[in-house]
Structures are given as structure tokens and as C-alpha cells.
């Protein structure tokens, strides 16, 4: 038996609303219809009045959560997209992310965002939202790369007491698979060497773990060695692994689907510069997407986004360096 | 401020017949159009989702029918009719759907996302609702300019009035006495989700009076009756009554897109008045009233059909856009571009 990623996201859901009655979900279509992914299919039928369709009110939706929290309630709530939580962004920067800081009540609430772009998805539904979240204070902001890590991020951010951006990434929902559900996992906020190597770090998360890893195995024939830190959460930001691994191979490439503008890639640089200068052999270098909408074309799109050529390219740059 | 309603399911009616004709034909152009884009669906030439407006076609029309050269239409996901009665082309409907840079969005923008906004043809993101006060100030611009007598047109669903965009937007519209008519069409569903988890109130058409305006209701399965209170909606906007609601009642006959079967549908609905085809009641309509005759309506349906097959045909041909020659800038002020770019060597 396999289980893909999307299912995993389910069944953490699934396991959230059975082991802790306060866990509700509300989101559009996520009730008899099972979401616009299915990533609650059947959840409704298994518990009744638990997991209910909202209105089309992204705003409200999130500000409802926000106001459960407060009462004790552990709410998850489903954006259909990533790309329409800006309708809801006010509540979650605003409301959610200062609640603690201001009242100590802390606001125990999942926004699941189904993020990336997807082949002919176009600039509305295929955002990275990860970075804009992580520069709020008062958010949590996970970036699950691999099946194991989607379910027990998920069961994670629902027993976190603070707010969990949780940025899920719809390129891997069905083609991701797993033999089974993990029983143990690492603890949230530690990345993880996806791929050990000696010549050159690549700094990753979500589905570019996935375009890096293929770059690290295409440079093989080479004869380089390139280690692979998948960061599983950007928020907080492992600085340690990081740095650790810069110290081994001296050569740090970041690599990210979002917008270069002031994000994870730029956060991770600017920390590796400032604490870890002299471990660098060669200036550090990065690859985000292009500062434009994402484009619907997929021949755009596949220009517009780091690929495995576009990572092994740079790498090679590099190494050469 | 008026308070009108008016319900009217008449098939008698005084609108000019060459209208009648020329609005079923757009109807006929569109539904051929939206078949072949679920077929080419089908076929996988689409990258990405096709939504389509099938049992919309007769609202959709009516919107955008009465407006003018120089008035503005923003059309949402189930407007092809409507798109193509205030100009819209077959050609560039395709040329949208296969990304060519020969259509308006140049392969960067694809399916539904399309428009020409200097031909007040506004081009709909995504996010529902965001269009109300896009319109509204479309229309502020163009009375501050001194222009008058120019009427704004937006569609929604009956999931989209649930937005605060939309809310807003209306709010705002009304507060400055703007000449903006929405179009709400209340298919029943939002997606999966029914009326009853949408909203509560008994008819949408309350809430025009929520917001101190004018509110309309027709039956969206019947073309006359769609023109009809368009007509008086459009008329009324035009002559200074400040925004108008429009709620019309029908069901959309296809999937939400063309991936969804549309089985959470109450099967009863389907079999009701609200779920009748509206180009099948527009037949009887034109053959009642002696408009035109079967042997004709199947003539222009083939005319459709044809129309369809060469504008695909053009589209086809045409090239997307080149990665390599695009031009990667998200703003117009050249010397402002941040320019960084890390793919831009690759
Ligand atoms: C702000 C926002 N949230 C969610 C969505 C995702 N979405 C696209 S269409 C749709 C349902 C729309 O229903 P309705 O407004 O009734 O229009 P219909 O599809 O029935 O024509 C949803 C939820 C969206 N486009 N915008
Ligand atoms: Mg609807």
C-alpha cells in the first residue's frame, strides 16, 4: 500500500479530529464534497458537524477560527487556494498573528494553503505565499516536502499553540508517494539533510526539494557531491544545519519557487553572510522564480519557475567559482 | 430612491425582433464555442482548467447586450455569451485557451482571465468579488472626466456576493451614486457548496434594498426575460439612477470546471424550471413568435458550429509566446524595473 502526499495532509486531518474533539475544520467545499483536492474526503460523513463548508468569505473564514481559538477550539481552515488568502490576510497578519503577543492568549489555528504553481494554473492559483507569512511576526510557517513530513507537520501544527501557516504544495499532491505513514518524525523547526555531499550546499524546501534533488543526482557524473538541506519549515529557520553544512562543503546555492524579492532565499543568504562568512569559499548564490506574475503558458511557466537544468546550471557556476 | 422589482416571464414582448435574433445567435455562437473548448478539453490541448457557462448563456447575453461603444463590462467565469455580445471574439477566445501571443493575454494570462481594458473590457483575476469596485471605479474615472451617460456592467455567482469585495464594492457604488449594474447569477451552487450554507437571507434580490438600490429578478432560463430586465437595468443606470441589482435564477448545466461531474446537484433542481436550457426555451421563443423557424435555428447552429471551427483553425496555427524572446517585466515604467532576475542566464 502507498499513500501520496495529498493523502497524507488527509489522513493527519482525519487523526487531528479523532484523537482531539476541540480540532474542527471549515473551509469552501471541504464538507460532503471533500474539498476542491479532496484533502478531507469522507472527514465530514466521519464527523458529523465538524467539518463545514463556509461561505465564500476568506476574511470571515479565517476571523471565525481566530475567535474559536480564543475559546479553546483547535480549528483548521482549508483556502481553496493559496493565492486567496490575501482576501483573508488581514485576519491572519493582523488578528491571529498578534493575539499572543498582546493578550497572552496564545491562537492555536491551521490556514492550509494550497500553494505553487501547477502546469497552466496561470497568476491566481499557483502563488508561494511562504515568504510573505514568515514576515509576519506571530506565525508559525511550515513547508512540507515529502509525504512523511506533510502528515506529521500537519498533526504538528494542529497541537502548536500558535498560528501554522501550513503552505502544502499541489505539485506533489498525487504524484508524491510514500510505502506508509511515518510514526516518528523529527521535531518541527529542524531541516533535514535530504542528501548528504561534500562540494556544495543547496539550501531547499517544498517542491524544489524535489527539482534539487534531481540536479544533485544529474551532477553526479561530474563527479560532484552536492548536499541537500531540505528546510521544512521557514519559520523558524534551522540556521544551525545550515551553517553546519556551509562549514563542510564551503559553497551554498538557495534555491526557491516564490518571488526573489526580500524572501526565504534572501533570508537565508543574509544569515549565512553575516554568521557565516568566512565558511564560504565562493560568493553564495540563489534561484527564485522571475519577479512577474506566474505565467498561465507552460512554456513561460517552465521559464519562470528554477528547474533541475536551471539548478544544475547554477551549481556547475558554482562549483567553477 | 426607487425600490423595483419586477418579475417578468413573458414571452410577449415589445423588445425589437432584429435584438431577439441577434442575442439568440450570440447565445448559439457561444454555446458552440464552450463545446469545443470541453472537447479540446478533453483531449488534453488544454493546459489548465476550462469553466464554462453552459445554461448561462441567455443572462450572460442580456448583460452586456444593451451597453455601448465607451461603456465598461466586466465579465466573470460564466460570461462567454455575454464577452462575446459586448465584442469579444471567437478568435480570441481560443487564442486565450492555447496561450498565443497573438491573443490579448499573450500566453501570460489564460482561459476566462482575459480582456482588453482600454476597450472597457475589464480582465477578471480570479478572486471573486475583487471586479464590484474595479467597475465602480471605472465608472468614478470616466464622471470625473465629465463623460455621461456610460453604464458599468459586472457579473458574480451567487458565491461571490458573499465576499467582502462584493459588499464593499456595492456599498461604495451606491454611496457615489455610480452607474454600475451587477449581475448576479444564482446558479444554486458556489462549486459544491448549495444556497443554504451560502447565505441567509430568503432572496438575494434583499440585499439590493440593504444597500439603497434598485433591485431586479428574472428567470435566467428565459432569454426574453433576461433582456427584458436587463434592458430596464442598463436604461435605468443610464439615466442617472444611480447602481442597479439584477438577480436572476438558473443552474449552470455543466461541472463547476470541466474536471467536476457536478454530482452534489439536487437532482430534483435539475428537473425544474431553474434547470431548463435557455437556448432550448429561446427556440421556442423565436418559433412562437414567429422570429424564426426550426430550419433556421439549425441553419445558424451550424453557422456557429463553422464560425467555431475556423476561428480554432487561425488559433491553432499561431505560436505561444517565446521564453526566450519574452519580455520578463511586471511594470510598465522601464527605468523602475528592479531587473533582478536570477533565472535570466539559464
Ligand atoms: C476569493 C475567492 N475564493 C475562492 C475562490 C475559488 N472559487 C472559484 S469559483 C468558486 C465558486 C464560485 O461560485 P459562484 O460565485 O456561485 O459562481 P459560479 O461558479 O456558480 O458561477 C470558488 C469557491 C475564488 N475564485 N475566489
Ligand atoms: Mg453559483
Not at chain 1, 23 to 36: L, P
Not at chain 2, 102 to 131: C, Q, T, V
Not at chain 2, 266 to 291: F, H
Request: charged residues 20%.
Amino acid at each position: 500500500m502507498s499513500v501520496t502526499y495529498l493523502e497524507a495532509i488527509r489522513a493527519a486531518q482525519e487523526k487531528a479530529l479523532t484523537d482531539d474533539p476541540r480540532v474542527f475544520i471549515y473551509g469552501q467545499d471541504v464538507g460532503a464534497f471533500g474539498g476542491a483536492f479532496k484533502a478531507t474526503k469522507n472527514l465530514a460523513a466521519e464527523f458529523p458537524g465538524r467539518v463545514m463548508d463556509a461561505p465564500l468569505s476568506e476574511d470571515a473564514i479565517v476571523g471565525l477560527a481566530v475567535g474559536a481559538a480564543i475559546e479553546g477550539a483547535r480549528p483548521i481552515v482549508e483556502m481553496q487556494f493559496a493565492d486567496f488568502s490575501t482576501v483573508g490576510f488581514n485576519q491572519i497578519v493582523n488578528q491571529a498573528a498578534t493575539l499572543y503577543y498582546r493578550t497572552e492568549v496564545p491562537c492555536p489555528i491551521v490556514v492550509r494553503l494550497p500553494s505553487g504553481g501547477t502546469l497552466g494554473a496561470g497568476p491566481f492559483h499557483s502563488q508561494s505565499m511562504e515568504a510573505v507569512y514568515a514576515h509576519y511576526p506571530g506565525l508559525v510557517v511550515m513547508t512540507p516536502a515529502t509525504v512523511e513530513d506533510a502528515y506529521s507537520m500537519m498533526l504538528e501544527a494542529v497541537a502548536i499553540d500558535d498560528p501554522v501557516i501550513f503552505c502544502e504544495h499541489k505539485l506533489l499532491y498525487y504524484h508524491l508517494k510514500a510505502d506508509k505513514l511515518p510514526d516518528s518524525a523529527q521535531p518541527v523547526g529542524k531541516a533535514r539533510i535530504a542528501r548528504a555531499g561534500r562540494d556544495a550546499t543547496v539550501v531547499t524546501y517544498s517542491a524544489m526539494l524535489h527539482e534539487s534533488l534531481q540536479a544533485a543526482e544529474d551532477l553526479v557524473e561530474d563527479g560532484w557531491q552536492i548536499e541537500v538541506i531540505d528546510l521544512r519549515t521557514v519559520k523558524p529557520l534551522d540556521t544551525d544545519t545550515i551553517l553546519a553544512s556551509v562549514a563542510r562543503t564551503g559553497r551554498l546555492l538557495v534555491v526557491g519557487e516564490a518571488w526573489p524579492w526580500g524572501g526565504v532565499n534572501a533570508e537565508v543568504i543574509s544569515r549565512v553572510a553575516t554568521e557565516g562568512f568566512g565558511l564560504l569559499d565562493a560568493a553564495p548564490m540563489r534561484l527564485n522564480a522571475r519577479d512577474t506574475p506566474v505565467p498561465y503558458h507552460p512554456d513561460l511557466w517552465a521559464a519562470h519557475r528554477p528547474t533541475a537544468s536551471a539548478i544544475a546550471a547554477r551549481l556547475r557556476q558554482l562549483l567553477t567559482q | 430612491m426607487v425600490m423595483a422589482v419586477k418579475e417578468k416571464m413573458v414571452v410577449r414582448t415589445d423588445l425589437d425582433s432584429a435584438l431577439l435574433v441577434r442575442a439568440y445567435r450570440v447565445m448559439l455562437l457561444a454555446r458552440a464555442t464552450e463545446d469545443k473548448l470541453a472537447s479540446l478539453y478533453r483531449a488534453g490541448m488544454i493546459k489548465g482548467g476550462v469553466f464554462l457557462g453552459k445554461g448561462q448563456e441567455a443572462l450572460s447575453t442580456a448583460s452586456s447586450i444593451f451597453l455601448q461603444k465607451g461603456d465598461i463590462f466586466g465579465p466573470l467565469i460564466r460570461d462567454q455569451a455575454g464577452r462575446l455580445a459586448f465584442g469579444d471574439t471567437v478568435l480570441d477566445t481560443f487564442r486565450t485557451y492555447l496561450g498565443s501571443v497573438k491573443g490579448p493575454m499573450r500566453g501570460r494570462d489564460g482561459n476566462i482571465h482575459r480582456g482588453r481594458p482600454r476597450e472597457g473590457y475589464y480582465a477578471m483575476i480570479s478572486h471573486l468579488g475583487a471586479l464590484v469596485p474595479v467597475v465602480a471605479g471605472g465608472l468614478y474615472a470616466r464622471r470625473l472626466r465629465g463623460e455621461t451617460g456610460v453604464v458599468g456592467v459586472t457579473s458574480i455567482g451567487d458565491g461571490g456576493t458573499s465576499t467582502g469585495a462584493f459588499h464593499e464594492g456595492i456599498n461604495l457604488a451606491a454611496v457615489e451614486h455610480l452607474p454600475l449594474v451587477v449581475v448576479i447569477a444564482n446558479n444554486q451552487y458556489a462549486y459544491s457548496t448549495p444556497n443554504s450554507r451560502q447565505f441567509a437571507c430568503a432572496d438575494l434580490l434583499d440585499k439590493a434594498a440593504g444597500y439603497g438600490i434598485a433591485g431586479f429578478k428574472c428567470d435566467g432560463t428565459n432569454p426574453v426575460a433576461c433582456l427584458e430586465t436587463l434592458q430596464l437595468a442598463v436604461q435605468a443606470a443610464r439615466e442617472g439612477n444611480g447602481p442597479q441589482m439584477v438577480v436572476a435564477t438558473l443552474l449552470r448545466l455543466v461541472g463547476h470546471g470541466e474536471h467536476d461531474d457536478a454530482g452534489y446537484v439536487d437532482a430534483a433542481l435539475r428537473q425544474a424550471n431553474v434547470g431548463r436550457d435557455c437556448l432550448e426555451v429561446g427556440a421556442t421563443q423565436l418559433i412562437g413568435s414567429d422570429l424564426a423557424s426550426g430550419e433556421e435555428i439549425a441553419v445558424w447552429t451550424k453557422e456557429a458550429q463553422a464560425q467555431v471551427e475556423a476561428a480554432l483553425n487561425i488559433a491553432q496555427r499561431e505560436k505561444g509566446p517565446d521564453p526566450a524572446e519574452e519580455d520578463w517585466r511586471a511594470i510598465s515604467t522601464e527605468r523602475l524595473v528592479d531587473g533582478h532576475h536570477d533565472l535570466e542566464d539559464e
